[in-house]
């Protein structure tokens, strides 16, 4: 089982970014992030989010929930993740219902094509 540094190294040199790099967009130091990657510090809940946040993960996957490097492949998809989360509710229902009649369709014709 991978640790929690391990992961966090392995999701910042997808990213390619630096310690420093990383450290400078959370605002901390990269010692403090080179104690993370060893296991030798474990960061705040606030932090962990944040990290997962910028490294385009969740926090499951950083604590070893879940194996799933992250919900979306497609960055772009992450993005519009993203935006939808903004809209207010009853937007982003409507949105929802909408993509969720698509995936029915789509669902159906791939049935229909068997």
Do not use: W
Not at 87 to 110: C, M, Q, R, T, W
Request: aromatic share 8%; glycine share 6%; with cysteine.
């Amino acid at each position: 089982m991978n640790s929690f540094g391990k992961k966090l190294r392995e999701c910042r040199e997808a990213k390619n970014l630096s310690q420093k790099d990383l450290a400078g967009i959370l605002n901390t130091s990269y010692s403090d992030i080179g104690k993370y990657e060893r296991d030798e510090m474990i960061p705040s809940i606030e932090v962990a989010k944040n990290i997962a946040k910028i490294l385009g993960t969740t926090v499951g996957y950083l604590l070893g929930e879940t194996e799933e490097v992250n919900i979306f492949k497609d960055p772009a998809m992450l993005n519009r993740f993203n935006d939808i989360e903004k809209l207010d509710p009853e937007n982003k229902e409507h949105l929802l219902s909408v993509v969720d009649g698509f995936i029915k369709a789509l669902k159906f014709k791939n049935i229909a094509a068997l």
